[in-house]
């Protein structure tokens, strides 16, 4: 795109003459647009099973706001090691898809089972968040180490493989950060006014009783 602006703006063409880019140029173009629809794609596919397996069409819902937030964490990553967006880079984009949400996931089913259990909306996120910290720190970092040496590495071929590493790596840091916030506030909110009317009922019962 800076290269096209810079063509249009400092080199004067005839009339009749343009400029086409093609080769090497129009495959990465073409590879970029299959790899954003593959993006979507996923992230609609990942929907899908979650909503199945929770029976629930607003707690995917929920989850899918870690996505965002883990795409902040890849570019502050290749910002920060002065890499570029490639098509390793979308692998790991397409990756981040399918793993970030798990840590959200391991949270929310197990709020859902402790208010099942019958403990309150803030008592049951108060809870799974204290005893699912611990599995959440673990995948993200066993994951994140793993991918240390493909970020250090200089190796042959290691520029190849660099971009992805840093992807999964910002990716999965950045989204856990926000996870274990921002998702059990969300649910917070969501699940406020069912939580009350379940108490309400709950206390009218009692009282009946």
């Known amino acids: 795109r800076d290269l096209r602006q810079r063509l249009a703006n400092e080199v004067p063409l005839p009339s009749g003459i343009g400029i086409h880019f093609g080769g090497t ?3 990465q173009e073409e590879s970029f ?3 954003g629809l593959m993006l979507v794609l996923g992230i609609v596919l990942v929907y899908m099973v979650m909503a199945s397996q929770f029976e629930s069409l607003l707690d995917p819902f929920l989850i899918l706001f870690s996505i ?3 795409f902040t964490g ?3 990553s290749l910002t920060l090691l002065r890499l570029t967006v490639s098509i390793m880079s979308f692998i790991g984009m397409i990756l981040l898809v399918g793993v ?3 840590n959200a996931i391991v949270l ?3 709020i859902n089972l402790l208010r099942a259990r019958g403990q309150r909306l803030a008592e049951a996120i108060i809870h799974a968040g204290r005893s699912r910290l611990r599995p959440v720190l673990i995948t993200t970092m066993t994951t994140s180490l793993a991918m240390i040496p493909m970020i250090l590495s200089r190796g042959e ?3 190849t493989w660099k971009p992805m590493a840093a992807t999964i790596v910002g990716g999965l840091i950045f989204s856990m950060l926000v996870t ?3 998702v059990p506030t969300l649910y917070s909110l969501a699940h406020s006014r069912t939580a009350r009317k379940q108490e309400q009922a709950a206390a009218e019962k009692g009282v009946r009783v």
């Open 68 to 70: 965002p937030f883990a």
């Open 74 to 76: 890849v570019a502050i």
């Open 33 to 35: 647009r299959q790899m």
């Open 180 to 182: 274990l916030v921002l």
């Open 100 to 102: 970030v949400v798990n």
């Open 25 to 27: 140029a129009e495959d």
């Open 108 to 110: 929310i089913d197990y």
């Open 157 to 159: 071929g290691a520029a």
